[in-house]
């Protein structure tokens, strides 16, 4: 009675233990079996055409050049790769309109890869109502297919000022602030940590979709590391344990740097 309460004062009734199969060191499985639960699906994919958008908008109104057009396009493709990845892994919402939406947001990155801003801003803008296509095949779409999507899947962790979400920082902040106490403070565990560790976890997810050039088994170990540090969160968020989501989140941030350390990032 007490966990329901709990979990309905959360507002993540469906945030149920049960959300992950896959654990580290389980490499057999190459689904990674992360799933999002159906009442959290939307607003992920809100957030994320929300990004989109910002990011096509500045894209065709202004004359962007170096590092921020690059940045930009790549907060455009993170918020596409982002939109397709959740319509793959939501068992629970209509399998028609997710693969709609899916190629939709696959279409798109192809638009911003011929540098046609202006009607990636119409195709983004049509995301939102779109109408479940019956023509639109449902199952899973490789699309990951090369080790620079690296970079766009890493795009939301990086500072605003490089057209990031900031995830990174805000990890490492939340993980200062709670460590004197050991212990992440129940306001600090709500929704919009939630979310944000949705959006780690699912990068996570896309980091084992990527095929590393070099040092292929270690880019995989590294990858399911995260997944479990970002599954092993939610799981002590859910049961607002946070003595054990301290753990977790400082499990998560050795794991960031693990891979950066063993590719050579920073
Ligand atoms: C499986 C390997 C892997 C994991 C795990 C990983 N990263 Fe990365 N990360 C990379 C690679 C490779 C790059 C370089 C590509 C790029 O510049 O985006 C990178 C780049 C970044 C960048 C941009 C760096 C810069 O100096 O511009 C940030 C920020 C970042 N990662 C944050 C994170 C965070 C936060 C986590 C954990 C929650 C994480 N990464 C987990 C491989 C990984």
């Not at 095929?211 to 092993?232: I, L, R």
């Amino acid at each position: 009675m007490t966990t329901h309460t709990r979990r309905l004062a959360l507002g993540l009734a469906a945030l149920t233990i049960g959300i992950w199969m896959a654990t580290a060191g389980n490499a057999a499985d190459e689904k990674g079996g992360l799933t999002i639960p159906k009442d959290l699906y939307p607003k992920l994919v809100e957030h994320a055409i929300k990004n989109t958008q910002e990011a096509v908008d500045d894209l065709s109104a202004k004359k962007l050049g170096g590092d921020i057009k690059k940045f930009t396009i790549r907060k455009a493709r993170n918020g596409l790769a982002m939109i397709a990845t959740y319509t793959q892994i939501t068992p629970d919402v209509d399998a028609q309109e997710r693969a709609t939406l899916r190629d939709a947001a696959l279409k798109i990155i192809k638009t911003i890869d011929d540098d046609n801003y202006a009607a990636a801003k119409k195709q983004v803008a049509g995301l939102t109502g779109l109408k479940p296509d019956p023509k639109a095949k449902p199952g899973p779409v490789k699309f990951l297919n090369n080790f620079e999507w690296t970079e766009d899947v890493m795009q939301h962790f990086r500072l605003n000022k490089d057209k990031g979400m900031e995830i990174e920082a805000k990890l490492l902040k939340m993980a200062l602030a709670a460590d004197k106490k050991k212990e992440i403070a129940p306001k600090d565990m709500n929704e919009g940590f939630v979310l944000m560790l949705y959006q780690t976890a699912v990068a996570g997810a896309m980091a084992k979709e990527i095929k590393a050039n070099k040092k292929p088994k270690t880019w995989v170990t590294d990858a399911e590391e995260m997944n479990a540090a970002a599954a092993d969160l939610l799981k002590a968020v859910d049961k607002k344990d946070g003595k054990a989501a301290f753990q977790s989140l400082n499990k998560l941030n050795s794991s960031c740097n693990k891979c950066h350390t063993d590719f050579g990032v920073r």
